[in-house]
């Protein structure tokens, strides 16, 4: 009996998602990615699911695989879990999509009877540095961040510790090889020194994007 439930447990845990694939695009939990969607499978990937749940995997695509968007490319097992919180249809049947990252999942490619692909997803839990740790690395990350800001920002005192990882990651504008290891790495306190550790290499030659336009 107890077996039973663990198994329908772990299954609901497994879940059916859309992907879109796209080399070198890492949706960070919290953050909003624009996408202009144009090709005809995902105007029909978004069209699907505006009737649902509206949620979508954003897949890395393996470097190798860059120049193949045309089929199905290979992507990274680890991808960002994000849901429509915002589209503009346009005139032709195009649409413009604001995607709020969810979480980070890890995929395996699920049969799919539409035009885009579909993987399942399996969320992930990250490992949080102890509170004595955490306060040191609060404060560099902190620093960091606003180090590379060019504008006044703001970071709330009760911000999560992963989300300034995220952020100083993301400001950091590292090539996709460098992001990988560190997009995918769920110990806090091991990403949190990675990031750190390329600010102090070059702590004024990287600047962070603004964000980009998608398919």
């Known amino acids: 009996m107890h077996a039973a439930r663990k198994e329908q447990s772990d299954d609901a845990r497994l879940r059916i998602v859309p ?34 749940p509206g949620q979508i995997v954003m897949g890395t695509v393996v470097e190798e695989h860059a ?9 990274r097992t680890v991808a960002g879990l994000g849901e429509i919180c915002r ?6 049947g195009r649409f413009l999509v604001w ?8 995929v395996t490619e699920a049969a799919s009877n539409r035009m885009y692909r579909r993987v399942e997803i399996e969320p992930l839990l990250e490992t949080a540095p102890t509170k004595e740790r ?3 690395l609060r404060t560099l990350l902190r620093r960091a961040i606003l180090a590379r800001c060019d504008e006044a920002t703001n970071l709330p005192n009760e911000i999560p510790i992963s989300c300034l ?16 290891g560190l997009y995918e790495e769920l110990d806090v306190e091991t990403r949190a020194e990675g990031a750190l550790a390329i600010h102090a290499q070059h702590p004024h030659t990287r600047r962070g994007r603004r964000g980009k336009a998608s398919e």
């Open 67 to 75: 120049d193949a968007l045309a089929g199905s490319p290979r992507i």
């Open 134 to 136: 955490e306060a040191l």
């Open 165 to 180: 990882v995220d952020l100083l990651l993301q400001r950091l504008g590292l090539p996709q090889r460098e992001m990988e």
């Open 87 to 92: 589209h503009e249809r346009l005139p032709d």
């Open 19 to 52: 992907l879109f694939p796209l080399p070198n695009v890492f949706l960070f939990p919290g953050c909003v990615m624009p996408l202009h969607i144009f090709e005809p499978r995902y105007r029909q990937m978004i069209e699907d699911l505006l009737d649902g």
């Open 99 to 106: 995607l709020f990252g969810l979480s980070r999942v890890r």
